[in-house]
């Protein structure tokens, strides 16, 4: 019958075995890494500088401003969209809600110019277009509080 003492000098055994098989010991090692460990620990750093000095990787929620969306609406340029610019008509050219904005915007030129509505959808730091006869079928993900602009107009 086994005791408890041999049940733990039999545990260390396995485990002193185990490490041998995979070339491990049991103490810390003070040898300089390998390439690999440099690598990984040189990405480690430069991602890190960049997310401290924010130079290279940029987070966060799209922010419903004005020169934000004029930025998603100056996007939009395209044979679908000539010359978009934020209509300037009376009442407001946009409002946001949860992650959704639905905008009001010119495009054409002269007596080609009309205003549409443009529907976008946070994605990251970004609002990305949305085609409004994908996203305006109930049920919607568009939020109530600018669902009837968004999907009920022009």
């Not at 019958?1 to 075995?17: H, P, Q, Y």
């Amino acid at each position: 019958m086994l005791t408890n003492r041999s049940l733990a000098i039999s545990f260390s055994l396995l485990a002193a075995l185990t490490l041998a098989a995979c070339g491990g010991s049991d103490t810390a090692s003070t040898s300089t890494p390998s390439t690999v460990t440099d690598n990984v620990t040189r990405t480690a750093t430069a991602t890190s500088a960049a997310v401290t000095t924010g130079a290279e990787i940029k987070t966060g929620s799209a922010a419903c401003s004005k020169a934000a969306i004029t930025k998603a609406v100056s996007d939009l340029s395209s044979a679908d969209y000539p010359n978009p610019a934020l209509a300037t008509g009376g009442g407001p050219s946009y409002k946001c809600a949860n992650g959704w904005v639905v905008g009001f915007v010119d495009i054409g030129t002269g007596s080609e110019r009309y205003t549409t509505t443009v529907v976008w959808q946070g994605e990251g730091q970004f609002w990305v277009p949305q085609d409004r006869g994908k996203v305006c079928p109930k049920p919607s993900k568009i939020p109530a509080a600018i669902y009837e602009l968004a999907c009920n107009s022009n």
